[in-house]
């Protein structure tokens, strides 16, 4: 009997104390909850998850499916178990009340608690301070329903406007429909209906289906080239010529790329990134400096690496540029055939902002 008390009373606590590591069921257990619940019409404690992954870009480009996945990234479980935490205001018991209204297994509950709060106590007060900002709608948007690439009916086509060498508009009707389960005649995006959100269109494999999705009169196809004029092919502007112009193109089995060139963009982008960003905001994002090739010489302000920060390895492609750069002593020391680094003096000073930026999904 004595043996039981000083179990219960020492060696047991203890040992949730030390939960360093979770094991395969609690892994797959959690996962399995978020993935059921992030799905349910409305869910705070998900979507305030699948926000701040989205924020910190813990969650790469497509953060719906790796909050169906999340065993799949240990990486991003990690996070999600942060975030959690946060939305507990980083109290240990909300955090079990919460776990529990996710229906977490019983056995699961304590370790799981304990291993987060554990990982992330040091992280209370900037989680904390952090937390009002986040402005989360509880009540999600219904999903956007992508036409199914290449899928034909007879009831409805798309059509995307090209434009030729010489500046005329020619047209072509292609099959933007979905077979099956998908309705015959594809919903166009109104003003009141448009989701801004970019994560959906990674899984975009053809332009009929952007006609389908925001309507042929808003969809122009053009050659596309780099800063340096080099052509980059056949690419889609979806709103072209305006402040929401988003340049597509697509490479099959290798993704679809999404680039931004332009200000006052109303569509919202992974991790946050924005054209006109600051350096210093994208360093945050990515956790680290990184480095970047110097100003005025070929492919100037583009990140040729990311340094094994949050954003690396995820498709992210990012090119700045100087705001003020009439200082000759300052911009020279940043500019010719060279590599710098995010953290060079002189960059701080010479208001350096996100020129252009990509996603490309692998």
Same mark, same amino acid.
């Given at each position: 009997?004595?043996?039981?008390?000083?179990?219960?009373?020492?060696?047991?606590?203890?040992?949730?104390?030390?939960?360093? !590591? =979770?094991?395969?069921?609690?892994?797959?257990?959690?996962?399995?909850?978020?993935?059921?619940?992030?799905? =349910?019409?409305?869910?705070?404690?998900?979507?305030?998850?699948?926000?701040?992954?989205?924020? %910190?870009?813990?969650?790469?480009?497509?953060?719906?499916?790796?909050?169906?996945?999340?065993?799949?990234?240990?990486?991003?479980?990690?996070?999600?178990? !942060?975030?959690?935490?946060?939305?507990?205001?980083?109290?240990?018991?909300?955090?079990?009340?919460?776990?529990? *209204?996710?229906?977490?297994?019983?056995?699961?509950?304590?370790?799981?608690?304990?291993?987060?709060?554990? !990982?992330?106590?040091?992280? %209370?007060?900037?989680?904390?301070?952090?937390?009002?900002?986040?402005?989360?709608?509880?009540?999600? +948007?219904?999903?956007?329903?992508?036409?199914?690439?290449?899928?034909?009916?007879?009831?409805?086509?798309?059509?995307?406007?090209?434009?030729?060498?010489?500046?005329?508009?020619?047209?072509?009707?292609?099959?933007?429909?979905?077979?099956? *389960?998908?309705?015959?005649?594809?919903?166009?995006?109104?003003?009141?209906?448009?989701? $801004?959100?970019?994560?959906?269109?990674?899984?975009?494999?053809?332009?009929?289906? =952007?006609?389908?999705?925001?309507?042929?009169?808003?969809?122009?196809?053009?050659?596309?080239?780099?800063?340096?004029?080099?052509?980059?092919?056949?690419? /889609?502007?979806?709103?072209?010529?305006?402040?929401?112009?988003?340049?597509?193109?697509?490479?099959?089995?290798?993704? %679809?790329? =999404?680039?931004?060139?332009?200000?006052?963009?109303?569509?919202? *982008?992974?991790?946050?990134?924005?054209?006109?960003?600051?350096?210093?905001?994208?360093?945050?994002?990515?956790?680290?400096?990184?480095?970047?090739?110097?100003?005025? $010489?070929? !492919?100037?302000?583009? #990140?040729?690496? $990311?340094?094994?920060?949050?954003?690396?390895?995820?498709?992210?492609?990012?090119?700045?540029?100087?705001?003020?750069?009439?200082?000759?002593?300052? /911009?020279?020391?940043?500019?010719?055939? +060279?590599?710098?680094?995010?953290?060079?003096?002189?960059?701080?000073?010479?208001? #350096?902002?996100?020129?252009?930026?990509?996603? +490309?999904?692998?």
């Amino acid at each position: 009997m004595k043996r039981l008390i000083f179990l219960v009373l020492f060696v047991i606590p203890v040992v949730l104390h030390a939960q360093s !590591k =979770l094991t395969q069921q609690q892994i797959e257990d959690f996962s399995a909850r978020v993935s059921h619940h992030f799905q =349910l019409p409305t869910d705070p404690i998900t979507e305030f998850i699948a926000e701040q992954l989205t924020r %910190t870009g813990s969650g790469g480009l497509d953060v719906d499916k790796t909050m169906m996945e999340l065993q799949k990234d240990p990486a991003a479980l990690d996070a999600s178990l !942060k975030f959690l935490f946060q939305f507990s205001d980083c109290n240990r018991q909300k955090l079990i009340a919460n776990l529990r *209204s996710m229906d977490i297994q019983s056995g699961n509950v304590y370790p799981i608690t304990t291993y987060t709060v554990n !990982k992330y106590k040091g992280d %209370t007060k900037a989680l904390l301070e952090e937390k009002p900002s986040i402005v989360i709608t509880t009540k999600r +948007k219904p999903p956007m329903v992508l036409p199914s690439a290449g899928a034909t009916t007879s009831s409805a086509t798309a059509t995307v406007t090209t434009t030729n060498a010489d500046g005329r508009a020619t047209t072509a009707t292609t099959a933007a429909t979905a077979a099956g *389960s998908i309705a015959a005649q594809p919903v166009v995006a109104t003003a009141e209906t448009l989701d $801004w959100d970019v994560r959906k269109l990674f899984q975009l494999r053809d332009p009929a289906q =952007l006609s389908a999705i925001y309507g042929a009169e808003h969809v122009v196809a053009r050659q596309a080239t780099d800063k340096e004029g080099n052509e980059l092919g056949q690419a /889609y502007y979806v709103y072209p010529d305006t402040d929401d112009e988003m340049q597509v193109i697509f490479d099959g089995d290798n993704g %679809t790329q =999404l680039t931004f060139k332009n200000e006052h963009s109303k569509w919202k *982008s992974p991790y946050g990134i924005k054209v006109g960003d600051p350096l210093e905001k994208i360093i945050k994002i990515n956790t680290r400096g990184f480095r970047m090739n110097a100003f005025e $010489w070929t !492919k100037g302000g583009e #990140v040729t690496s $990311w340094e094994k920060g949050a954003i690396d390895g995820k498709g992210v492609h990012v090119i700045f540029r100087a705001l003020n750069s009439g200082d000759p002593k300052l /911009y020279d020391q940043v500019t010719g055939d +060279k590599k710098i680094s995010s953290d060079h003096p002189a960059l701080k000073k010479l208001g #350096v902002v996100v020129e252009e930026v990509s996603f +490309k999904s692998n």
